[in-house]
């Protein structure tokens, strides 16, 4: 899956989308956004497509019910190769191809619609009755080919959506699934104050699906859910994808004001760096006086981790030893949360396919244990599997320069800040402006992937960090030894959003429109106006 760069390019999908409704001044952000994982995951991860052939014989095919949530669909096209991603400039624009609805994509008609577009979205309520059609006559021909639809909930308000159901599940589409975008919003309102679906999973079942209820933002459950639609083999699958309307733009998330608004052009500087600045809090289970690592995980799923952060260390490159791949293998099941594996072991590459085997998700080496070539073969090895490769520096060290030529590979950047071998340690300060530095070089040189920090990460710390420029952060003592871990993980989430509105009201500054950036943020500033020292102005604010 290589989960860090499926993140980051649904991420720029949003950014992609964004871009295109402020130039446009017109489209659909709520549903652009809110579908954003959904589509990513299917064109990034799970589908049998190809932009080269957009008609070959094979490919899965995906229908986009919800036709208003074009902008969206066609930049996650863009971004899968499509079509160029600058061409998201036309988007709505008189002789654009990329109008408010898709349009099916024929070669003949190339001038008005873009290629990988499979159904012409707009009057909703259609796509799932195209969508048994395809499934229908796939089967009937004997070919594997599978069948995704995207649904709205506002959508459902269709009758059509119901009849289709009905004969999805009697003609046993084992090859269709519908994936239901809930984010519980459509154009004039809440979908429960308009037309209540609720109880959506029973609604589905008692129509003979298979039915999967999951986190619709969550990559890792959208894999999964996927996957497992493949074991229904006597009827259609429907994933009910737990969404948040305009989900990544904090002003817009949940506001039925942005289903169908543009935000001014001058906004989206700010809006590409709050949509860029999306952190990771990554809780490590080694520190902390208890040893059960299970209940760690569980604890820290509840408490909503991003990541968990897995130390392993042989007691020879580090003067202390904790656990191996086989640990890893063992907790592997009990989440579908990604791990994140720190080596901070001698010789990384004898034992890396033991940590390929474990399914790790993100697996950091450090720059001290391994010759270029070594990593180089590391990375290879962890990519071929899907796996995000990473490089770690002990606080003393400089990022090597034989890293630059590998940097398209490379995830994640680590930078210690304690050294290596023990949680509970206090931060060292100094490495602050080593961790600026090194961002800076990083992203000279092009670099699109994390910073990662670790070490004495807390609450007091935070905000620094993030301003050197770390998004994904560590935390074992601030988590575990706290007694309280979902309130530890909350305040360290609410520190890591103090300092970005701080950053993007700075942005707001550079640009000249604090006032203006100030009224459309005002809802989400309030609860942090104390700490950024705001009050007054929010509150003279009319
Ligand atoms: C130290 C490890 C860190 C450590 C983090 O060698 O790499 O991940 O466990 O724990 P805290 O946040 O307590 O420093
Ligand atoms: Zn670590």
């Known amino acids: ?88 400039e036309t988007l709505r624009k008189l002789g654009s191809r990329l109008q408010g609805h898709p349009v099916r994509y024929t070669p003949q008609e190339s001038h008005q619609s873009v290629p990988g577009t499979e159904f012409s979205g707009g009057s909703e309520g259609i796509g799932l009755s195209v969508s048994i059609g395809i499934a229908l ?81 969550n990559v890792e459950q959208i894999i999964d859910a996927l996957n497992k639609s493949t074991e229904a083999k006597d009827r259609p699958t429907i994933i009910i994808a737990k969404t948040v309307k305009g989900n990544g733009i904090k002003h817009m998330t949940n506001n039925p004001q942005w289903h169908g608004k543009a935000p001014p052009r001058e906004h ?12 990771l809090i990554a809780p490590s289970i080694i520190a902390g ?28 490159f580090v003067p202390n030893s904790t656990f191996n791949s086989d640990t890893i293998k063992q907790l ?50 962890l990519l071929s599997n899907g796996i995000s490769p990473g490089i770690a520096l002990n606080p003393s060290t400089d ?21 290596p071998g023990f949680a509970g340690q206090k931060f060292i300060p100094e490495v602050l402006s080593k961790m600026r530095h090194i961002n800076q070089k990083l992203r000279e040189h092009g670099f699109r992937g994390y910073i990662e920090a670790d070490g004495g990460i807390d609450a007091t710390i935070l905000q620094a960090v993030y301003e050197a420029g770390a998004r ?32 993007l009201l700075e942005q707001a500054d550079t640009i000249g429109i604090r006032r203006d950036w100030l009224k459309t943020r005002k809802h989400i500033l309030i609860p942090l106006a104390n700490e950024l020292g705001i009050e007054e102005e929010l509150h003279a604010l009319k």
């Open 1 to 88: 899956m290589r989960y860090l760069d499926l993140k980051r390019k649904i991420c720029s999908v949003r950014m992609l989308a964004i871009q295109g409704i402020a130039e446009a001044g017109s489209g659909h952000p709520g549903a652009s956004f809110s579908a954003a994982e959904i589509m990513g995951v299917l064109y990034f991860r799970k589908m049998n497509h190809s932009p080269e052939k957009p008609d070959w014989d094979e490919r899965d095919y995906f229908i986009n019910s919800k036709g208003h949530s074009a902008p969206g669909f066609f930049a996650t096209l863009a971004i899968a190769g499509y079509f160029p991603p600058s061409e998201m």
């Open 137 to 217: 006559a796939n089967r009937l021909d004997g070919k594997k080919n599978r069948v995704y639809t995207l649904i709205g909930d506002g959508e459902s308000n269709e009758g059509q959506i119901w009849e289709a159901a009905m004969a999805a599940a009697k003609f046993k589409l084992h090859n269709l699934v519908a994936i239901l975008d809930r984010n519980r919003i459509q154009q004039d309102g809440f979908t429960e104050d308009i037309m209540p679906l609720d109880p959506t999973r029973d609604k589905w079942s008692a129509f003979n699906w298979n039915v999967i209820e999951i986190a619709g933002h």
């Open 268 to 279: 989206t500087p700010i809006l590409l760096e709050e949509l860029r600045s999306e952190c």
């Open 289 to 316: 006086q208890q040893e059960n690592y299970e209940e760690k995980i569980r604890s820290a799923e509840r408490g909503g981790a991003d990541i968990i952060h897995l130390d392993i260390m042989d007691g020879k």
């Open 332 to 381: 592997r099941n009990i989440t579908t949360l990604p791990f994140d594996a720190h080596l901070m072991i001698e010789n990384p590459l004898a034992v890396i396919q033991d940590y390929i085997d474990a399914r790790c998700d993100i697996v950091t080496v450090h720059a001290e244990t391994c010759s270029e070539s070594e990593f180089g073969q590391i990375t290879d090895r």
């Open 399 to 419: 990022l090597p320069n034989w890293v630059f030529p590998h940097l398209r590979d490379v995830d994640v950047v680590l930078i210690m800040s304690v050294n």
């Open 472 to 503: 994904i952060f560590v935390a074992g003592n601030a988590v575990y030894g706290s007694g309280d871990i979902h309130g530890a993980i909350i305040q360290l989430r609410y520190k890591v959003n103090v300092a970005l509105e701080r950053k």
